[in-house]
């Protein structure tokens, strides 16, 4: 069997609990040919637990790629897990010849990924050959059992709920490396200024601060999970038709609901960020006219921890029946990681690639335009959320 070099870019707290991991459990398909952080500190950490050597360590993903260039380092892919939007270090890989899995959210903004969609144009490249979007909901097998069941039955409604409290609490497993002090305002300034110019360009420059972190870190953070998901199940999210968010301190909770893209049928979802909450449940139901079908996703930085498929039927014999299926030995990150592998050899796996992206992007700005108005903001008109 081949080995797999991947490069690991951005050494945080997804890639400490999970990506690291499932690479060295599967150390007969994979090797970490490279890690990248802005932090030489936790860099050099992270090589020592998992023996990467000195001169496959790097500050950015451009010195990742110059020495690939020179022929100094040979890397088959990359697992991009930094901070923020990733769309500009996908289209740098793609152009230096690296298989990408981005991290959610893969873009901020639609021009971002018209950026990859023009770059494919030139080239004459398949981004479907090139890069993967980090659903890993969609490389569950419980998500890929309930797409099965639910191409036969006559929808009725569809509800999220997610239930989030502090990251640390789902973390605290995980051990993750205390935080390093050596990256430098000025080395961190010019990137944040990138971010905040992309964002004005989506959402606006006048947009409260509140409103642009609900957009950033919440819908396009967590929620575009959602979204993602319901765009493989069901064929995505159509008009957002009310939006509320409240609560005493940010990030609160947020209340959406309208209709699915194909059809008529209402959704609503719901996510609470509540500090204290005992654990982390995300709940998608899709009630039908036989009955119901219902996935329960846990804390999804723990590896192995199966989601349950719950499906409600009327049954001849027992009148009503409601039976649990859960995958105990199948990791949706694990398989999320062999489909980084097909792609280096040349197959199309399933999953989320730029043309969804898009597709996700759009419906958070629906959401966000929405939230914006609940409140009494009305977004610039040459934004893109705006459109």
Same mark, same amino acid.
């Given at each position: 069997?081949?080995?797999t070099?991947?490069?690991?870019?951005g050494l945080g707290a997804?890639?400490?609990?999970v990506h690291?991991?499932?690479?060295r459990?599967?150390a007969?398909s994979? #090797?970490?040919?490279a890690?990248?952080?802005?932090s030489?500190?936790r860099?050099?950490d992270?090589?020592?637990?998992?023996g990467v050597?000195?001169?496959?360590?790097f500050s950015s993903?451009?010195?990742?790629?110059a020495?690939?260039?020179?022929g100094?380092l040979?890397?088959?892919?990359?697992?991009?897990?930094?901070?923020g939007?990733h769309?500009?270090d996908?289209?740098?890989?793609v152009?230096?010849?690296?298989?990408?899995?981005a991290?959610?959210?893969?873009?901020y903004?639609?021009?971002?990924?018209?950026?990859?969609?023009?770059h494919?144009a030139?080239?004459?490249i398949?981004?479907?050959?090139?890069?993967?979007?980090g659903?890993?909901?969609e490389?569950?097998?419980?998500?890929r059992?309930?797409?099965?069941l639910?191409?036969d039955?006559d929808?009725r409604a569809?509800?999220v709920?997610?239930?989030?409290?502090l990251?640390g609490?789902q973390?605290?497993?995980?051990r993750?490396a205390?935080?390093t002090?050596?990256?430098?305002? /000025?080395?961190?300034?010019?990137l944040?200024?990138?971010?905040?110019?992309?964002?004005?360009?989506a959402?606006g420059?006048d947009?409260?601060?509140d409103?642009?972190?609900?957009?950033?870190?919440v819908?396009?953070g967590?929620?575009?999970?959602?979204v993602g998901?319901l765009?493989m199940l069901?064929?995505?999210l159509g008009?957002v038709?009310?939006?509320?968010?409240?609560?005493?301190?940010?990030p609160?909770?947020?209340?959406l609901?309208g209709?699915?893209?194909? /059809?008529?049928?209402?959704?609503?979802l719901?996510w609470h960020?509540?500090?204290?909450y005992?654990?982390?449940?995300e709940?998608?139901?899709?009630?039908?006219?036989?009955?119901?079908? #219902?996935?329960v996703f846990g804390?999804?930085?723990?590896?192995n921890?199966p989601?349950?498929l719950?499906v409600?039927e009327n049954?001849?014999?027992?009148?009503?029946?409601?039976s649990?299926?859960?995958?105990?030995?199948q990791e949706?990150?694990?398989?999320e990681l062999?489909?980084?592998?097909a792609l280096?050899?040349?197959e199309?796996p399933?999953?989320?690639? +730029?043309e #969804?992206s898009?597709a996700d +992007?759009r419906v958070?700005?629906?959401m966000?335009?929405?939230?914006?108005l609940s409140k009494?903001?009305?977004?610039d008109?040459?934004? #893109?959320a705006?459109q």
């Amino acid at each position: 069997m081949s080995i797999t070099r991947v490069a690991v870019i951005g050494l945080g707290a997804i890639s400490q609990s999970v990506h690291l991991p499932l690479l060295r459990r599967n150390a007969e398909s994979f #090797e970490i040919a490279a890690l990248v952080d802005l932090s030489a500190e936790r860099t050099a950490d992270m090589a020592a637990r998992y023996g990467v050597a000195d001169d496959r360590r790097f500050s950015s993903v451009d010195a990742l790629i110059a020495a690939k260039d020179e022929g100094a380092l040979v890397i088959d892919a990359a697992i991009l897990a930094t901070t923020g939007s990733h769309a500009g270090d996908t289209l740098r890989l793609v152009r230096a010849g690296i298989r990408v899995l981005a991290e959610k959210p893969l873009a901020y903004s639609l021009a971002e990924l018209d950026a990859l969609a023009a770059h494919a144009a030139e080239t004459g490249i398949d981004l479907r050959d090139w890069v993967r979007v980090g659903y890993m909901k969609e490389y569950d097998l419980a998500s890929r059992r309930a797409k099965e069941l639910l191409a036969d039955v006559d929808l009725r409604a569809v509800s999220v709920q997610v239930m989030h409290p502090l990251d640390g609490s789902q973390l605290a497993y995980a051990r993750l490396a205390a935080p390093t002090g050596d990256v430098s305002r /000025d080395t961190l300034a010019p990137l944040i200024d990138a971010t905040s110019a992309i964002v004005d360009s989506a959402v606006g420059s006048d947009l409260p601060v509140d409103l642009r972190a609900l957009y950033t870190n919440v819908v396009l953070g967590s929620i575009v999970h959602d979204v993602g998901l319901l765009r493989m199940l069901v064929g995505g999210l159509g008009d957002v038709d009310f939006a509320q968010h409240w609560g005493r301190k940010m990030p609160g909770s947020v209340h959406l609901r309208g209709a699915l893209a194909r /059809d008529e049928t209402p959704w609503t979802l719901d996510w609470h960020y509540i500090d204290a909450y005992p654990d982390y449940q995300e709940t998608v139901t899709f009630h039908h006219e036989t009955g119901s079908i #219902e996935l329960v996703f846990g804390v999804p930085y723990v590896t192995n921890l199966p989601t349950i498929l719950r499906v409600t039927e009327n049954h001849p014999e027992l009148g009503i029946r409601v039976s649990e299926s859960r995958w105990m030995q199948q990791e949706a990150f694990e398989n999320e990681l062999f489909a980084l592998a097909a792609l280096v050899r040349g197959e199309r796996p399933d999953g989320a690639s +730029v043309e #969804e992206s898009i597709a996700d +992007v759009r419906v958070g700005q629906r959401m966000i335009r929405a939230l914006a108005l609940s409140k009494g903001f009305a977004l610039d008109p040459s934004t #893109e959320a705006a459109q």
